[in-house]
C-alpha cells in the first residue's frame, strides 16, 4: 500500500472515531432526560452554522455557479419527499416513536462526512503536512458537530447504543470520499460543489422544518431564552472552530 494512502486512511479513521464524542457526553440515561431538550436547540444551531458558515462558503470557493442554488433547493426538496416516504412508511407499520429526521439527519451527514473524508484525502495528496492541519481541522470541526448529531437522534426516539452505532458507521463514510479522491480526484473535486451544497440544504431543512418547531414548542420564559442562547452558541461554535482552523 502505498505510503501517502496509508496516511491518508489513519487521518479519515481518526477522524471517523470522533463519532463517539455524543456517547461520552450522554453517559447516562439521567443526563440524557434532563438536558437533551436543550441539547437539540445546540444541535439546531450547528445545523444552520454549519449549512450558512461552512457547507455553503466550501461550496462557493470554486466560484459562484448557478447551478448551486438550484442543488441547495434539491436538497431541500428531496429531504421533504424523503421525510413523508419515511413518516409514512412508520406509520403504516406501527412504528410512529421513531421521528423521521434522525435519518434525514443520517443522510446529510453521511454527505458531509463524504466531502470531509475528500478533502482530507486531496490535502494529503498535495503535501502531507497540509493533510495533517486539515485533519486537525476537520477534528475541531466535527466535535461540536457530532454532539449535536447524536443529541438530534436521541431526541427522536433512538437508543444511546443505537445512535453510537450509526453516528460510527455514517462516519466511515468518509472512508469512501477519500478513497474517492485518492483514485479519481478530479472527478471528486468537480462535484464536490454540487455535493456540498446539497448537503447544506439538507441540514437547512433539518434545523428548519424539524428542530427549530421542537423548540418553538416551549413556552416558558426563562427555559426559551436558554434554547436561544443553545442555539445562537451552537452557530458560534461552528463559525469559531472554522476561522480559527481555515
Excluded: C
Excluded at 109 to 123: P, Q
Excluded at 187 to 205: C, D, E, R
Excluded at 213 to 231: A, C, G, H, N, V
Amino acid at each position: 500500500m502505498p505510503t501517502i494512502l496509508l496516511q491518508i486512511l489513519l487521518a479519515v479513521l481518526i477522524v471517523s472515531m470522533v463519532s463517539f464524542v455524543g456517547t461520552f457526553i450522554f453517559v447516562s440515561k439521567k443526563l440524557v432526560g434532563k438536558f437533551l431538550f436543550y441539547a437539540v436547540s445546540f444541535a439546531a444551531g450547528t445545523l444552520l452554522g454549519a449549512a450558512f458558515l461552512d457547507l455553503l462558503p466550501e461550496a462557493l470557493t470554486s466560484g459562484f455557479n448557478k447551478s448551486l442554488p438550484l442543488f441547495i433547493l434539491l436538497g431541500i426538496l428531496s429531504f421533504f419527499i424523503l421525510e413523508k416516504f419515511l413518516y409514512w412508511h412508520h406509520h403504516h407499520t406501527g412504528r410512529r416513536e421513531v421521528h423521521a429526521f434522525t435519518y434525514l439527519n443520517t443522510v446529510g451527514d453521511g454527505l458531509h462526512n463524504f466531502m470531509d473524508g475528500a478533502v482530507i484525502a486531496i490535502s494529503f495528496l498535495n503535501s502531507p503536512s497540509l493533510g495533517i492541519i486539515v485533519t486537525i481541522a476537520v477534528i475541531a470541526h466535527e466535535i461540536p458537530q457530532e454532539i449535536g448529531d447524536f443529541a438530534v437522534l436521541m431526541y427522536g426516539g433512538w437508543s444511546r447504543a443505537k445512535a453510537s452505532l450509526v453516528n460510527f458507521l455514517t462516519a466511515l463514510t468518509a472512508f469512501l470520499g477519500a478513497l474517492a479522491a485518492y483514485f479519481y480526484s478530479s472527478i471528486v473535486q468537480n462535484s464536490g460543489a454540487y455535493l456540498t451544497a446539497y448537503a447544506a440544504g439538507g441540514f437547512i431543512y433539518i434545523a428548519s422544518t424539524d428542530l427549530i418547531p421542537e423548540i418553538q414548542k416551549e413556552k416558558d420564559l426563562k427555559k426559551s431564552l436558554m434554547q436561544f442562547t443553545l442555539m445562537v452558541f451552537g452557530i458560534l461554535l461552528i463559525y469559531t472552530v472554522g476561522n480559527i482552523f481555515e
